[in-house]
């Protein structure tokens, strides 16, 4: 007989599996392209609104602290669209010349 491993997940993975249900996305979907039981993703989805997420450290975060968390991972985001911008902007100047 094996014994199972539970597996145990970060929290920013945790948030982004949140963020990805709360953004419209069917929890059944979610968790089949992350690889999760569903079960589990709805597990955290409550603990999200009850505001007790916690990471695999588990210490409990905050309302403010997944509002920075997910404000860090937009920002990120957005520098890399700025980005992609820039340089899609420089080529067709160029190729206009």
Known sequence: MTKT???RYTLEFKQEAVRLVQSGQSMAAVSRSLG???QTLFNWVKASRE???TGADSKPVS???MEISRLRAE???VQME???LKKATAYFAKESL
């Open 36 to 38: 999760l039981v569903e």
């Open 75 to 77: 920002l990120a985001r």
């Open 51 to 53: 505001g007790r997420l």
């Open 63 to 65: 309302a403010q602290q």
């Open 82 to 84: 700025r980005d992609i």
């Open 5 to 7: 491993v539970r597996s």
